[in-house]
């Protein structure tokens, strides 16, 4: 990996802490944060610091071994997207088809 290039999100679990690491070390200020894990409901959590944030709503996370690894999600395509609307509830005005045009072939 290049210097000042960005790295995936890894949160590493070990006796209940997290840590987050996002961009390389070198040349940073703060490239690494201690944060809390805590239980929302029955599922365990962490707040992501907003230098750590992601872009849109959606993330991947896989395991490799103790690391947990968040990734943002790509953007879903065009179809998907129309594939989740919704069918529109409105009466639109009638179209008649106008008469065609005579070709001579």
């Given at each position: 990996?290049?210097?000042?290039?960005?790295?995936?999100?890894?949160?590493?679990?070990?006796?209940?802490?997290?840590?987050?690491?996002?961009?390389?070390?070198?040349?940073?200020?703060?490239?690494?944060?201690?944060?809390?894990?805590?239980?929302?409901?029955?599922?365990?959590?962490?707040?992501?610091?907003?230098?750590?944030?992601?872009?849109?709503?959606?993330a991947i996370?896989?395991?490799?071994?103790?690391?947990?690894?968040?990734?943002?999600?790509?953007?879903?395509?065009?179809?998907?997207?129309?594939?989740?609307?919704?069918?529109?509830?409105?009466?639109?005005?009638?179209?008649?088809?106008?008469?065609?045009?005579p070709v001579?072939?």
């Open positions: 990996m290049g210097a000042g290039r960005a790295r995936k999100t890894a949160v590493d679990i070990r006796s209940g802490v997290a840590y987050a690491w996002h961009m390389p070390r070198r040349g940073l200020k703060s490239p690494e944060r201690r944060v809390k894990v805590f239980k929302n409901g029955r599922n365990q959590a962490v707040r992501i610091p907003r230098e750590f944030a992601f872009p849109g709503e959606d996370m896989r395991k490799e071994g103790n690391r947990l690894i968040l990734e943002p999600a790509p953007p879903k395509s065009l179809l998907a997207v129309l594939a989740a609307l919704r069918p529109i509830k409105e009466d639109f005005p009638r179209i008649h088809d106008l008469p065609l045009d001579d072939l």
